[in-house]
Every structure is written in structure tokens, then in C-alpha cells.
């Protein structure tokens, strides 16, 4: 097996159990990284300086990937993440799929597709830089308590 196709296989593993737990699979995920994991949100969670979603930020270890998730679910509830198209080059793969969270916060529904592109080093996840349509979490979640 090409070390593409063990890649996609490691992610594709991770994302059914990501899906079928409705977030519940941390740890899974956690252990998948390196202890100096790179995990970066296209907008870095920001609009007009502050953090609008309350979890979507730059996280350079693996620790703060950690608070990353626990962030997210204490904000937001899956309802589905479903991962479609995986494009493999050597150390790199794209993920492409669709998603949907609800808000903690407002109860209203967000639906996005989604990119997620990894770099592998020795078998793990060395970085992840991840898109989804922010503009329609931050009306759905709505500004965060001043």
C-alpha cells in the first residue's frame, strides 16, 4: 500500500468515527497529531478582532488542539460531518465534504461544505488547515457576550 493510501485510510478512519460520535472522538483524533501539530482555521476564527465562533483560533501544539475541541462542543452541536472527496500526493491530503453544527447559543443550524488539508510526518498528523463558510456560523452563532 503507497503511504497516500495509508494516509487516506488513517483519515478516513478518524472521520467516520468523527461522524458516527457526533464529535466524540477526540482523543481519537488527538492521538492521529504530532505533540507540535500546526492546526490552523482559514479566518483564525476572527472577525473584526474577536474570536466570533469561541473556539475557531490558531493552535500550534497539540495540548491547545485539545482546547480547541472542548471549545467547540461547549459552543456548538454536530449534527453531521461527512467527508467526500480525499486527494492524496505524497505527505499531503485534501479532504472535501459538507457539514452541519448546531448553535449552543441560538439554537439555529449551520450548513457549510468544508476543506481540510493535512500534512503527515512519520505517519502522523503534522498540520491541518481547515475552511468552512464562517460568515454563516457567525450569523447562526451570533456575537458573543461582551
Known amino acids: 500500500m503507497a503511504k497516500e493510501d495509508d494516509h487516506v485510510a488513517t483519515l478516513r478512519e478518524a472521520y467516520r ?14 492521538d492521529l497529531m504530532t ?3 500546526s492546526f490552523r482555521s ?15 483560533h ?6 491547545a488542539v485539545a482546547a480547541y475541541f472542548a471549545a ?4 456548538w452541536e454536530m449534527l453531521r460531518f461527512e ?3 480525499f486527494v492524496a500526493q505524497g505527505d499531503r491530503v485534501a479532504v472535501l465534504g459538507d457539514c452541519a453544527w448546531k448553535s449552543k447559543r441560538t ?8 476543506a481540510q488539508f493535512f500534512t503527515f510526518r ?7 488547515v481547515e475552511m468552512f463558510d464562517t460568515a454563516t456560523a457567525v450569523a447562526v452563532h451570533g456575537r458573543p457576550a461582551a
Do not use: C, Y
Request: aromatic fraction near 6%.
Open 122 to 128: 512519520e505517519g502522523r498528523i503534522a498540520a491541518i
Open 58 to 63: 490558531d493552535n500550534t501544539r497539540r495540548e
Open 107 to 114: 439554537g439555529q443550524i449551520a450548513e457549510s461544505p468544508f
Open 17 to 30: 468515527r468523527w461522524h458516527d460520535t457526533k464529535g466524540g472522538s477526540v482523543q481519537h483524533w488527538l
Open 35 to 37: 505533540d507540535d501539530v
Open 72 to 75: 467547540m462542543a461547549n459552543e
Open 42 to 56: 482559514l479566518s483564525g476564527g476572527r472577525v473584526e478582532g474577536e474570536s466570533a465562533m469561541g473556539f475557531n
Open 83 to 85: 467527508p467526500a472527496d
